[in-house]
């Protein structure tokens, strides 16, 4: 079993959906999550982080930490088609250094 | 400032040939990553460098080398492509400390036939 789980999707809504992403992981050593998003050919670019006690909330992106569960999920509110690219998530070792572990990705498209 | 740099961006290889993938960063960070982007696998870190003068392995190092050759610059190197390196190759770089966020450069796309 891969240490952090998700759904590759594909995931298509309309524009003005609510979007939920979502991860599972395995290995509770950890201090905090991050989500990345990746534009197509680009490389990732930080979105969000929240560290393992609480939700996060920044414009239309809320990114919850659900520890009895041990599930993370990305909420993307009046999603737009600006956001159709693919959304990362990733989870720290539980040290202070920064060695991420990835999950696989989810492909989102969002259409007009 | 460009942040990470990559080159090249795309090359193409024969079975056993060797090739040095570069990377430069600009913003003074400590610490810098070589990852494989494959699909359906995400992101998986082959060597990392915690700071200038260290490498460690990652998730997949096998077929790969790395030297961090100073502060700015880590490079990855394959002494014998195989056609199941065939990837896309990305290289990051991060200060090394708390909550580190890690910044991407935009990526090497590698056949080997």
């Known amino acids: 079993q891969k240490e952090v789980e998700q759904d590759p999707g594909p995931l298509s809504v309309p524009e003005g959906a609510i979007v939920s992403l979502n991860c599972t992981y395995s290995n509770s050593a950890f201090q905090y999550f991050m989500w990345y998003r990746q534009y197509s050919r680009k490389g990732p670019e930080l979105l969000m982080y929240t560290y393992s006690s609480g939700n996060k909330e920044d414009g239309r992106f809320t990114a919850q930490v659900d520890k009895s569960s041990k599930y993370i999920s990305l909420f993307i509110r009046d999603s737009q088609p600006s956001d159709s690219a693919t959304y990362l998530c990733?989870?720290?070792?539980?040290?202070?250094?920064?060695?991420?572990?990835f999950g696989q990705g989810t492909i989102l498209t969002v259409h007009p | 400032n460009a942040g990470v740099t990559q080159t090249p961006k795309f090359q193409v290889l024969k079975t056993g040939q060797s090739m040095t993938l570069q990377c430069a960063q600009d913003m003074n960070h400590n610490s810098m990553y070589w990852y494989r982007q494959d699909p359906g696998m995400g992101l998986r870190l082959i060597y990392y460098s915690a700071s200038e003068g260290t490498t460690d392995k990652g998730e997949v190092p096998n077929g790969y080398n790395v030297s961090r050759l100073n502060k700015r610059e880590f490079s990855l190197r394959l002494e014998s492509a195989a056609p199941s390196q065939t990837s896309v190759y990305f290289c990051?770089?991060?200060?090394?400390?708390?909550?580190?966020?890690?910044?991407f450069g935009p990526g090497t796309r590698l056949t080997v036939l």
């Open positions: 990051a770089s991060s200060s090394g400390t708390d909550t580190d966020t890690q910044y």
């Open positions: 990733a989870k720290d070792g539980g040290t202070s250094y920064g060695k991420l572990t």
